[in-house]
Nanobody
Framework: QVQLGESGGGLVQAGGSLRLSCAAS????????MGWFRQARGKEREFVAL????????NYADSVKGRFTISRDNAKNTVYLQMNSLPPADTAVYYC??????????????????WGQGTQVTVSS
């Protein structure tokens, strides 16, 4: 079992940056592929980024490629999402999640077993 907790969300102006953190407890996050997802008000939860268990493979949604970077510090048991050049369309609750079954990581929410509580990101215009 693993517990996940996100932090780092907040209010930022358009064009600004934020770094989200996802701290894992219980099992180490190096045991799992990790993903970031987001859910805007009235919309379904959508894939943002993933990191394979080793960290060697990453993947991003087209809408965030070139602006977001996922990374992991296994010594700190933490996964990060660096978000740059934020437009208002990135406003959402951001969640981290662990995929315990597939080490390369997948992009569907249904494939992830453990979720954090989410952190709100609001980008003002």
């Amino acid at each position: 079992q693993v517990q996940l907790g996100e932090s780092g969300g907040g209010l930022v102006q358009a064009g600004g940056s934020l770094r989200l953190s996802c701290a894992a407890s219980g099992r180490t996050c190096s045991s799992y592929a990790m993903g970031w997802f987001r859910q805007a008000r009235g919309k379904e939860r959508e894939f943002v980024a993933l990191s394979s268990r080793s960290g060697a493979r990453t993947n991003y949604a087209d809408s965030v490629k070139g602006r977001f970077t996922i990374s992991r510090d296994n010594a700190k048991n933490t996964v990060y999402l660096q978000m740059n050049s934020l437009p208002p369309a990135d406003t959402a609750v951001y969640y981290c999640a662990a995929d315990t079954h597939y080490g390369l990581g997948r992009s569907q929410p249904r494939d992830y077993d453990y979720w954090g509580q989410g952190t709100q990101v609001t980008v003002s215009s």
